[in-house]
RNA sequence: GGCGCCAUAGCCAAGCGGUAAGGCAGAGGUCUGCAAAACCUUCACCCCCAGUUCGAUUCUGGGUGGCGCCUCCA
């Protein structure tokens, strides 16, 4: 698989450190509130990666941590009148929900920075000693960024050209414009922990090094992302990691595009986002993912309600060729097109993982997975071989289920209300009656439900 | 100022050297009591100008127009 590596700026043929595994680290949310629609790309588009290397038979150790200590989480916590750990334990447990509906699956490790204040105040320990990190009077611990020497090498950035845009709050005794706290001394009615350097708390960027090393090793396979982190928090992440161990960090570095409104990015500063939670009100969120997956991840893509209507809009061609094949008629003896079929089944499977093959081009794997419902449709119009139905049937879950759609298959459930109006249209209809049939198919949809007349009879299916 | 990304039909989006996948919407048709769903047909010379090449949407240079990072941010 080709995966392309910001570090440098190429496609690159992913070869993981310990042949058939994969360590694979993903920034997580800061749980202070509900996550919008920018943040659940990533969400979405790696928990898409990890699916994919594990449908490739890879064991895939996938990290996406918590961060529930810092700036914003002590100001909203004050504004809530709670302290920050509550605050941390309902949005994660918000973050669940919306993420669960999002297809998105648990991760194998979800860390929290509160978890691991012992491992985040040993790698700052370790920065002190080795003269990569420095003590103001405050007790405040600050990584020395000059002393590091291929600082800026993620971003492209000349550290000479960082230093004329840096600043320096007033009251941070740092050295150099562009160092950044590794570890905050306590201040009044702020959550802290005890350190060789007074009481405080971690800065943001030394929790991901601490956590995605303690459980990963060192040096892992992926770091990924969002294309906002890569400067400053992954350049400080390389430095502080690389720094303490003397060995690569991570391996690959991968970042996915900007959810945009209006062409101008999604976030919390500009006021300009939606959350997952509002969209949720009006639309299925697997349409969500559907609208993300329809663009490769590292594009920028523009968000508006029409387009998760036309997302939906096509997710549900592929629910309706699923289910078409699911009530497919077998034909006993088998049937000659079957074997056509059954090939161009492997075609497309080969299509798909080329797709994905390709730097997770997830718009190109979803373009043969819709070549595949119009030959699935075309096919079961009349009875087929069980093998072929079957094969068909598998193959279908298999992809969707790498792109995680169609994975909530339960069957869908209408009130015995409608059921028994539809029951009444059809015997309207065998009477001829068919103004009648018309009316109740109206009072059907008022009450959300369209009626279709398939081969093996009226159905139900519910209007979004 | 430094670093970087993007420009393909009404909308969304692949392709990235041999003359444009797919989806949504639209039009016509088949099927249907009528619909719906499905199927068939139809719908683009790829921002502009040079250059390289037998050949460029695809490579190079220059424009024009958008966007991002350099400050918390997915």
Redesign the pocket.
Known sequence: MQIYNTMT?KKEELVPLVPGQISMYA?G??VYNYFHI??A??FIVFDTMRRYLEYRGYQVKFVQNFTDIDD?MIRRANEEGTTVKALGERFIKEYYHDADALGVQRASVNPRATEHIGEIIALVGTLVEKGHAYVTPEGDVYFAVRSFPGYGKL????ID??E????VDPGEAKRDPLD?ALWKAEKPGEPSWDSPWGKGRPG?HIECSAMSMSILGQTFDIHA?????????HENEIAQSEAATGKPFARYWMH?G???VD???????LGNFFTVRDIAVEFDLEAVRMFML???YR????FSR??I??AE??LE?LK?ARARLEEAQIAPAGTPEDAAFTALLDEIKVRFCD?MD?DL?T??A??AL??F??AA??FV?EPRGKTAVDKAKSLFDELTGVLGLLVNKKAEEFPAEALDLLDQRQAA?KAKD?SR??AIRDALKEMGF?????AAGPKLKKLS
């Open positions: 700026r920034c949310p800061t920018g943040n790309r990533p914003k971003s492209g950035q000349n050209d960082l004329n845009g840096a600043r950044f943001w992302g969002g294309q906002d982190l890569i400067f400053p928090h996915n900007y959810i945009n062409n101008q990015k999604m976030s919390k500063s329809s663009v490769q594009n920028p893509v523009n029409e387009l209507q036309q809009s096509s061609r309706t797709a390709d081009n718009a190109d979803l373009g819709f070549d419902a119009r449709n075309t119009t209809r068919f049939a018309d369209a009626v279709e007349d398939t």
